[in-house]
Antibody
Framework: EVQLVESGGGLVQPGGSLRLSCAAS????????MHWVRQSPGKGLVWVSRIKSDESSTSYADSVKGRFTISRDNAKNTLYVQMNSLRVEDTAVYYCARGNSFMDVWGKGTTVTVSS | QSALTQPASVSGSPGQSITISCTGTSSDVGGYNFVSWYQHHPGKAPKLMIY???KWPSGVSNRFSGSKSGNTASLTISGLQAEDEADYYCCSYADSRTFVFGTGTKVTVL
């Protein structure tokens, strides 16, 4: 079964850091681009970042550029996002998703709460 | 990177057809044929319904169809069913190798 499972969410203070993970199974992870997408409470989906299958290309939303870093370990079938200088407005459910120009497989998300 | 504009809500009776619009700019919707649509039931993983403007992923009903004209993309749901009640989001590839989602539309089946 094709599956993505996010982990690493939690409560963090403003200015803090957190690293989210996304474990992939059921497909050849190293062949696919991957995304992070988030949804703040009561709001819509927002694209965060994308990484190419071989990690040679990354892109970010302006709202996280310079603070978030997307990466992957193809040997471990795992996608990451390192989130630094967290702000209250980064509070959201974070989803990982598979795909290049569209997202055809999604995880169920992990919740990040930034609060003092 | 402003969100694409969608109507906040659309409703219809079972069996009817509804259309959700998604308006962007020439830097996103109008500039690329990489518009996708997602169905999202709160608390669950979003589901891909349409990709590359009008293509169906495997397993998605052909009651869902997509199109694009200029800077506006559209999702049409035909033969509306109770199970179609959900939030729907469009998404487009955009300049600078980024993506932008729509504001989201809540579909209600009356």
């Amino acid at each position: 079964e094709v599956q993505l499972v996010e982990s690493g969410g939690g409560l963090v203070q403003p200015g803090g850091s957190l690293r989210l993970s996304c474990a992939a199974s059921g497909f050849t992870f190293s062949s696919y681009w991957m995304h992070w997408v988030r949804q703040s409470p009561g709001k819509g989906l927002v694209w965060v970042s994308r990484i190419k299958s071989d990690e040679s290309s990354t892109s970010y939303a302006d709202s996280v550029k310079g603070r978030f870093t997307i990466s992957r370990d193809n040997a471990k079938n795992t996608l990451y996002v390192q989130m630094n200088s967290l702000r209250v407005e980064d509070t959201a459910v974070y989803y990982c998703a598979r795909g290049n120009s569209f997202m055809d497989v999604w995880g169920k998300g992990t919740t990040v709460t930034v609060s003092s | 990177q402003s969100a694409l504009t969608q109507p906040a809500s659309v409703s219809g009776s079972p069996g009817q057809s509804i259309t959700i619009s998604c308006t962007g700019t020439s830097s996103d919707v109008g500039g690329y044929n990489f518009v996708s649509w997602y169905q999202h039931h709160p608390g669950k993983a979003p589901k891909l319904m349409i990709y590359d403007v009008s293509k169906w992923p495997s397993g998605v009903s052909n009651r869902f169809s997509g199109s694009k004209s200029g800077n506006t993309a559209s999702l049409t749901i035909s033969g509306l069913q109770a199970e179609d009640e959900a939030d729907y989001y469009c998404c487009s590839y955009a300049d600078s190798r980024t993506f932008v989602f729509g504001t989201g539309t809540k579909v209600t089946v009356l």
